[in-house]
């Protein structure tokens, strides 16, 4: 008779204390109602609207006619979507060469607590204050061969035709992308470092073991989420820079720069053909999808996993 009475408040509280929890639940799915109604808007509706679009036939003012598959078929069959297409995928990946050993390198010092770092940190993110648009009209000044830095400085190695040469143009792209978005990065990966425990260094050093051994062996182990992520960011993004290379180079010297991004809006704006454009913009959307999908694997199933790992 005692243990059903002392059982019975016990059962009522834990009724008591899951109606709360409910009720939490359902309040917090609301919240996610304001967000999921702006990516239908702003997301799913557009890319429908794209998708669509590409089987039509329309010049950006007039009627829109239907075209079925026609406009896939030409612009799979046309060369100068596959020249495109390499030259975003060679973009990609010496962008993410050249951008994730110097950001991680430069999160790594910036994450220290000495004073003058935090003030190098600050000059490291200026460039990602500045527009594409504004770096791109900047280099371009900066690198002419008659009225640049060649000549102001009197430093004839910079006296080249860096846009005029596609190579060049090619390699210049590279750098003012890394120079621009480095920053971003870094501030990823000192994010990153900072969430590392302190205790390992200490151990490690207790071990005798070095700065060299401490950051192969404990920080970029630690750091594996946040290289992926920040990876993501940087191959992904990497299919959207249209805008600088749009004023730094115009797809030019030739179509030696002309990527996807920049195909889709010469073709869309230039040509007045919405309907292959909007085939290029759906590729690309497929394209980013894949590459993010692909990247998320390598973290494994554990996504969120914990930075203590290992411990």
Known sequence: MTSTLSTAPRAQLGRADSA????????????TVPALFFFLVFAVVPLAGVLILSFTSWDGIGAIGAAGMDN????????GLYNALGLTFL??????????????LLGVFTAGS?????ALAVLYFLPLLLSSAAV???FKALLDPNFGLATGLGLPFLAQDWLGVPHLALGLVIFVIAWQFVPFHTLIYQGGVRQIPK??????????????????HITLPQLKYTIITSSTLMVVGSLTYFDLIFVLTGGGPGNSTRILALDMYLRGFRANLMGPASVI????VIIGLVLALLLQRLGGKDKQGSQLEGL
Do not use: C, H, N
């Open 20 to 31: 709360p929890a409910g009720q939490r639940k359902a309040a917090l799915a609301w919240l």
């Open 72 to 79: 896939w078929f030409s612009v799979l069959a046309d060369p």
């Open 91 to 104: 973009i990609m990946i010496f962008s993410w060469l050249v951008q994730t050993p110097i950001s991680l």
């Open 114 to 118: 000495q004073r003058y770092r935090a």
């Open 136 to 138: 791109a009209i900047a």
């Open 199 to 216: 205790s390992l260094y200490e151990a490690a050093q207790i071990d005798g073991a070095g700065t060299v051994k401490q950051f192969f």
């Open 281 to 284: 913009a759906v590729i690309l």
